[in-house]
Structure formats: structure tokens, C-alpha cells
């Protein structure tokens, strides 16, 4: 804003006086920096005789100072000069070097870049400053005007030949006007031209650096198999021989595959680990493998003497050893005078040389076999079974002279050994066929341990029927009926895919039917249908399809009531009308596990209750009464101490340990029941809040339950039926089907009219 001198300097008698225009044309100033040279200007320069209009109004220029207009901004310029040497045999070097002019305030600095095994103390040559021109030249310092590619510039005694510039130097000094000629080309300093030639080094590197294939191919190791045939000799055979190639420092190793009662030593190297040579005549002479070679020793000892090193390795002979592009199927690789020839490899070298070099052609070869050669077979014979101990105690005596106990399979007992809830025993009830009517109603709990194949049998007796309630039969695997005993070859023992619900299996010549089964037994076989197929329900599904597709329309007319015909997809048909329909077409051709699987696979979800949840929290207050137990404050100290963000929700498997670690007197069955009642959250955590308010006897007591057998009456084994789910859902059962009418249509038509 502008002060108008009509008017007062007071506030509001000032304004702008470019308010209302419209043209804002600014002139152009050229000032005089020398002769014949020329720059834009803000405001143009009255001692200039020759005066240009400037880029801006009269009094409308911004002047900015140099320090902000140029921050930052400097020309860079390439420059050598020439330096007397007096103590080698070239008379000068040249040096290169890199000159940098600052336009924020003028200053310089000179830099020399780095030259490897130059013998120079470079770097920076001259600090950032502002140089002043030499004599006769008083009072000026250097400016952009006095550095440009030719000129040669003397700074403190130093005079400097520029050659080159950058492009922002070359566009900077062109847009001034300042002309900037072509690039000139360095001369070649003697120095370093002689340092190129080439010399032997006083102290030459012997050893070759393998660090890099050390860190790549460490514990990466080629293994071949192949033969070494021997037989042109006396007793010759043909040697079975596994060749080890080590990537890491291209070494081998043969190792001889010796076979049992052959008469010869076994665990001996064949070749130890080494370079193989491909042309070997002689063994090396002593010093060989040295580093270098000492050509004369001056002084009387080593210490206080001097030797010379041949640097040029007189009489050094260059071996070539084989390397792991020489080594394939069907090569011939001498080893010291023995032809080995290669047969196959394993499967890491064949994807090794699969992915660098592109074999796909991996055929292994036979290995030659002369007729004198014995190749027979030879089995151990084992002695039968003489009835002591068991198959594998008795097994043991034959191979030993201090038997040793049978090793079990440990990745089996590691894989199905006990988890958690996860218990890898199935559980079974059955009751025993026979023709002695007192056996007929005894009912027993059989267990299959999944880690060893072991059963063990428990009976269920009932209140004065004549039989206790004990271990029927101890833990162990039983042999399949009908087997010869006393021979060599190891009878075959039941496994736990022979058990299914309505199977008859013949254990220790007992017939057992099974009936029932627990729930974690029908889940497990579900979930591994692979291994038991009368648990698969798509293998169920295809049978019944099977069976169903001839009759399939008198099916649907007679088992599809009304009700059942609505679109709605939520109808229930109970498990008994299932198993009826089943039985009635399929007959003896479907068993009762089929059936259950069936029945849960379409189930409604819905949770079948046995006891209501008041009955149990009856029982559960009975119980806590009976025994005094009132250590409710401590669980609940407990349960927060495992809840430490106070959540109100813990895992079931944690809530049970808690329960047992604070020792409350309830028996298993009803504890697991009571956690069978407790409310979940959407992550299946139990709310141990709700658990508590359960187990309070002094909030909303209930009076006390009937004595009943709480081991019997909650087990699984007491209910009557096997868990087949509340309901089936009809609808996705037929759907599943997939039986069209027009298709059983086609199927009834005699053979000729099709």
C-alpha cells in the first residue's frame, strides 16, 4: 500500500492506489555486469548508459535478498590442475577435482574425489569461502563471470583448468547470457596410466574366498547312488555305493552300502570327504597344496633372514576336480582308477537339478548283476508261538540273547495320547448273546484306546442279579477269532474300525453286541468317516438313494403326510418313523450305526435334555449340603484369578480344572452335567457367574432330591437310546435325495419298451 502525499498520514486517509485496474504490464530492466554481458534486473541502473525495460512497474519490484532468491543453489563446475612430482618417475600427476560456487553469497569450495590406491590425503581442498582474484587484480572476488568451461582460474598460487559443468550450471549461466563452450577432455595422468599395467603384487592373494558358497549351499548336500563293478578281479563283486556331493566347497564322499552276513566289514568309508581329481596319475609331492613357494631364504634363520615369494607359481599345475554339472544318471566318474557309474538320486538332488537346470529326465538305471552272483533272498525264520506272554515278549527271545521289552509305535501314542477333553477312547455299550439265560440282560461298558489298539471291558451289573459290578476284562488287544495261535506269522487283533453300534465281534470267545455308543465316540467317527465308513454319511446317502430309487414314488405317497407336503423346510420327522422307513425298505442291508449317523447328520439341533436344568441344580445343592462344603468365596477368588480382564466368561476345559483343583465334592458325572446347563456366550465360554449363582445354596435354595445313584442315573450309559438328535429335518432329507419321479418312471418300464 502506498502513501498518497495529498493526504494526511493518518489512519483511513490512505489507500491503494492499484484498486480498479486492470492492466498490469511491467517493464523490463537489462543491467551491465561487462562488456558485451548483460542480466535481468528489478529496477533498471541510471549509470547504465544502455538502458532496457525492466520486467516490473516503477516502484512495484519485490526485493528479495541473494541469501533467499539463491538458498540452496549452487554451479558446480569440473576442473584439474597439474602437480610436480620429484620422488617417482613421472614429472607431474594430474588431479581432478570438483569447484563449487555458492550464488547465496558468493563463497567457493574445492573438492577432490576419492581415487583408490591413489597415495593422496583427498578430499576437501579448500574450505567454503570467498576466494579474492589474484594480483594486479586488488579488491574483487570471484564471481559466476570468472568461472566458465576454459578458463583457468588461480586460486592462492594454484591455477585450475575448468572442463566441465552440470546442467543446472550450463542452463544458470545461458539464461544470464553467458555463452558456455563444449566440455574439454581431461589429459591422462602418467601416474595412473603406469599404475595400470599390469605387475605382480609383492604380497599376492593365495587363498580363493568361499564364504559366499558357504552361506548358500551350507547343509545342502547331492546324494547318488551307483556301482563300482570289481568283478574282473579275483572274489570281485559289484560294490552298491552312495556318493555324498557337498555344495558348500564342491567335495565328495562314497560311502559302501555293505550287506548284512556278507562277510565283509561294514560302517567304512569307501572314499572320505575330498575333492575327486578327473586325471589322476601320481600322488602330489610335499608342499604342493602350500600357499605359495619361497624361491631363496637370505640370514641364517627365519626370523632375523628374508625370503622371496615366486609370484608367478613356477611349476604350479592346475587340476580340474568334478563338480556337480558332470554328475547325472548314467555317468562314469573315475575315482582314482575305479569307474563309478551313477544310477540314481533322491529327490532333493532331482529337484535341484530340476530348478537350475532344467532336467526333467530322472530314469534310474539297473545295476548289473554277473551269473555268479548270488542273489537269493534270505527271511529270518521265527519260531511259532509257544503260548507264554504275548506275541511280541515271546518275538523278543528270538532275536537277542537278553530279550528286550517290544518297542510300541510312539507317533501313535504321541497323536492320539490324551488331550484335554480330547480322550482318544471310544466308548461303547454292549450287552453279551448267549444261550444261558442269566447272560442275556448283563450289560457292558466297552473302551477302545485309539493310542494302542487296546480294549479293555467293564460290566455293568445290575442289584442283585448274581454278578458284580468289576472289570470284566483288563486292557489289552484282542486277537480276531479263528486264527491258528501257535505259528510264526503274528495273528491280526481287532482295531477300532471294527466297532460300530449293532456289530457282534467275537472278543476271548464272548459274542458282544453294541448297542449304544457316547457322543464323543459318534462325533470322532463322523469327523474321520475316512476310517470308519459306517459313520460317512454320503456313502449312507448313496446306499439308501440305491434302495430307494424303484419304490421312490410309493415312498413319497406313503411316508409324506399333509403336513409334511407345505413348503416349509423346518418339518420334524421323529428318529423312530426314520429307523422304521430304513428298516422297512433296505432291510439287513443297513446297520444301526448307519441309521444314528443319518439321524444326527439331519438332525434339528436342537438339545435333547434328559434333566432339566432345576433337577440338576437339586442335586448339585444336595450334595454341597451333605458334605458342609461352603467355599464358594474361594472358587469365585479363583475363577477371577484366571479371568484377569474380568470378562465373566472361561473356557469349559479351564472352568473344569478349577472345579477340581478347589476339591468340591461332587461327583464327575454330575459336574459335567451341571456344565452341560450353564449359559455360553457366542464363543462357546462358559459364564462361571451363572455357574456360581448355581452352586449358591443360600440364594434361592431347593429343597432337598430322592437318593438316587448319581454314577448311574446322569451316565451316558444309563439312557436307553443313543444320542440321534431331537428330530430330523425331512425336507433337507429328501432334497439330499435327489430322485426325480420321471427317473423311477423310467426304471419300472420292462427292458424292451426302453
Not at 176 to 194: A, F, S, Y
Not at 314 to 336: M, Q, R
Not at 387 to 397: M, T
Request: glycine share 4%; proline share 6%.
Amino acid at each position: 500500500m502506498q502513501q498518497n502525499a495529498q493526504l494526511p498520514c493518518l489512519p483511513g486517509f490512505n489507500f491503494d492506489t492499484n484498486i480498479g485496474r486492470t492492466n498490469f504490464c511491467r517493464n523490463q530492466f537489462f543491467s551491465k555486469i561487462h562488456d558485451g554481458i548483460y542480466y535481468l534486473s528489478e529496477k533498471y541502473d541510471k549509470t547504465d548508459p544502455v538502458r532496457f525495460p525492466s520486467i516490473y512497474a516503477r516502484g512495484e519490484a519485490h526485493e528479495l535478498p541473494s541469501w533467499i532468491a539463491y538458498d540452496g543453489q549452487r554451479l558446480m563446475f569440473k576442473a584439474f590442475f597439474q602437480e610436480s612430482v620429484h620422488e617417482r618417475n613421472t614429472a607431474y600427476q594430474v588431479r581432478v577435482v570438483n569447484i563449487s560456487f555458492f550464488l547465496e553469497d558468493g563463497t567457493m569450495k574445492i573438492s577432490e574425489p576419492s581415487v583408490i590406491n591413489s597415495g593422496l590425503e583427498q578430499g576437501v581442498l579448500l574450505r567454503r569461502q570467498r576466494i579474492p582474484m589474484p594480483d594486479p587484480v586488488r579488491y574483487r572476488f570471484y564471481d559466476i563471470i570468472d568461472l566458465n568451461i576454459g578458463k583457468e582460474p588461480e586460486i592462492y598460487g594454484r591455477v585450475y583448468k575448468i572442463v566441465d559443468c552440470d546442467k543446472f550450471t550450463r542452463q544458470f549461466l545461458n539464461r544470464m547470457g553467458i555463452p558456455v563452450p563444449d566440455p574439454i577432455e581431461i589429459p591422462k595422468d602418467p601416474h595412473m596410466e603406469l599404475h595400470k599395467q599390469e605387475r605382480f603384487p609383492k604380497n599376492p592373494k593365495r587363498t580363493i574366498d568361499t564364504l559366499g558358497d558357504f552361506l548358500k549351499y551350507d547343509r545342502q548336500v547331492l546324494r547318488f547312488y551307483g556301482y563300482w563293478d570289481d568283478t574282473d578281479s579275483l572274489y570281485g563283486i559289484v560294490h552298491d555305493l552312495e556318493i555324498h556331493y557337498f555344495l558348500c566347497d564342491n567335495t565328495m564322499e562314497i560311502k559302501e552300502n555293505v550287506p548284512e552276513n556278507s562277510g565283509r566289514d561294514t560302517g567304512l568309508m569307501f572314499l572320505r570327504r575330498m575333492k575327486v581329481p578327473k586325471f589322476f596319475s601320481e600322488l602330489d609331492p610335499l608342499g604342493t597344496n602350500d600357499l605359495f613357494s619361497v624361491l631363496n631364504v637370505l640370514g641364517e634363520d627365519m626370523i632375523h633372514g628374508y625370503y622371496t615369494i615366486d609370484p608367478l607359481n613356477t611349476g604350479k599345475v592346475n587340476k580340474e576336480y568334478y563338480k556337480e554339472n558332470e554328475l547325472s544318471i548314467g555317468a562314469k566318474i573315475n575315482v582314482f582308477g575305479k569307474k563309478i557309474i551313477i544310477t540314481d538320486m533322491d529327490a532333493f538332488t532331482k529337484e535341484f537339478y530340476r530348478k537350475k537346470y532344467g532336467l526333467n529326465e530322472f530314469t534310474p538305471m539297473e545295476r548289473p548283476r554277473k551269473r555268479d552272483e548270488i542273489c537269493i533272498k534270505m527271511e529270518k525264520y521265527i519260531p511259532p508261538y509257544n503260548g507264554f506272554g504275548s506275541y511280541e515278549d515271546s518275538l523278543g527271545n528270538c532275536f537277542a540273547m537278553i530279550p528286550q521289552p517290544p518297542k510300541k509305535d510312539i507317533m501313535k501314542f504321541l497323536l492320539f495320547d490324551k488331550e484335554g477333553f480330547n480322550s482318544h477312547v471310544l466308548r461303547f455299550r454292549a450287552k453279551m448273546i448267549s444261550n444261558i439265560p442269566e447272560n442275556e440282560d448283563r450289560i457292558f461298558i466297552i473302551r477302545v484306546f485309539l493310542m494302542d489298539d487296546t480294549i479293555s471291558i467293564y460290566e455293568l451289573a445290575k442289584r442283585n442279579s448274581g454278578f458284580t459290578r468289576c472289570e470284566f476284562q483288563r486292557r489289552m488287544p484282542i486277537m480276531l477269532p479263528n486264527q491258528e495261535i501257535f505259528v510264526s506269522r503274528k495273528p491280526d487283533y481287532y482295531k477300532s474300525e471294527d466297532f460300530y453300534i449293532g456289530a457282534r465281534l467275537n472278543l476271548n470267545n464272548f459274542i458282544f453286541e453294541m448297542i449304544s455308543a457316547d457322543i464323543y465316540a459318534l462325533r470322532y467317527m463322523e469327523l474321520h468317516c475316512d476310517k470308519f465308513p459306517k459313520a460317512d454319511a454320503k456313502l449312507i446317502l448313496e446306499k439308501i438313494r440305491a434302495a430307494l430309487k424303484p419304490v421312490y414314488k410309493e415312498f413319497i405317497e406313503l411316508y409324506t403326510t399333509e403336513k409334511l407336503k407345505d413348503e416349509d423346510e423346518n418339518q420334524i420327522l421323529p428318529y423312530e418313523k426314520l429307523r422304521e422307513i430304513l428298516l422297512k425298505y433296505l432291510k439287513d442291508d443297513i446297520t444301526e450305526h448307519e441309521m444314528i449317523t443319518i439321524a444326527r447328520h439331519y438332525s434339528s439341533h436342537e438339545k435333547k435334555e434328559l434333566h432339566t436344568r432345576e433337577f440338576v441344580r437339586q442335586l448339585i445343592h444336595t450334595e454341597l449340603i451333605r458334605t458342609l462344603w461352603n467355599d464358594l468365596d474361594r472358587l469365585e477368588e479363583d475363577l477371577h484369578n484366571c479371568d484377569r480382564a474380568r470378562l465373566g466368561f472361561l473356557s469349559r476345559e479351564r472352568v473344569y480344572i478349577t472345579l477340581r483343583g478347589c476339591k468340591i465334592p461332587i461327583d464327575l458325572e454330575l459336574l459335567n452335567s451341571m456344565l452341560d446347563h450353564i449359559h455360553t456366550n457366542e464363543d462357546g465360554k462358559l459364564d462361571y457367574n451363572d455357574m456360581l449363582r448355581f452352586m449358591n445354596v443360600k440364594i434361592d435354595p431347593l429343597p432337598p432330591a430322592l437318593p438316587i445313584n448319581i454314577k448311574s442315573a446322569l451316565w451316558w450309559a444309563s439312557e436307553k437310546q443313543p444320542d440321534c438328535g431331537a428330530g430330523i429335518i425331512w425336507c433337507a432329507f429328501i432334497k439330499d435325495l435327489d430322485i426325480k419321479i420321471e427317473e423311477t418312471d423310467e426304471t419300472e418300464k420292462p427292458q424292451e419298451l426302453r
